[in-house]
Nanobody, 125 residues
Framework: QVQLVESGGGLVQAGGSLRLSCAAS????????MGWFRQAPGKERDFVAA???????YYADSVKGRFIISRDNAKNTVYLQMNSLKPEDAAVYYC???????????????????WGQGTQVTVSS
């Protein structure tokens, strides 16, 4: 069972930045695609970004150019650098892990299997 633990959420002013981290317990973390999703109150969980084993990335249009997903396989950690934050970015952010190794094509349709508990991001206007 893969355990995912997010951190780095908090309160930030509009225009500011935050970096989220997600630490995975799986030793073969580097083989799997990882993703970030978010869910605002009363809304469905939305895809934000994904990164595969080779570092290829995919972003939702709403965050493209502002957010950067990256991974440090030595630390079993994936990051989400969020810049130029807007009030509409406020949500609970979830980290997710694929369970199919060596996936090449990535995007919101990946059947992510493992999920973290979420971390709250609040953006004040």
């Amino acid at each position: 069972q893969v355990q995912l633990v997010e951190s780095g959420g908090g309160l930030v002013q509009a225009g500011g930045s935050l970096r989220l981290s997600c630490a995975a317990s799986e030793r073969t973390f580097s083989s799997y695609a990882m993703g970030w999703f978010r869910q605002a109150p009363g809304k469905e969980r939305d895809f934000v970004a994904a990164i595969n084993w080779s570092g290829n990335t995919y972003y939702a249009d709403s965050v493209k150019g502002r957010f950067i997903i990256s991974r440090d396989n030595a630390k079993n950690t994936v990051y989400l650098q969020m810049n130029s934050l807007k009030p509409e970015d406020a949500a609970v952010y979830y980290c997710a892990a694929d369970r199919t190794p060596w996936r090449v094509v990535i995007g919101p349709s990946i059947p992510f299997h493992y999920w973290g508990q979420g971390t709250q991001v609040t953006v004040s206007s």
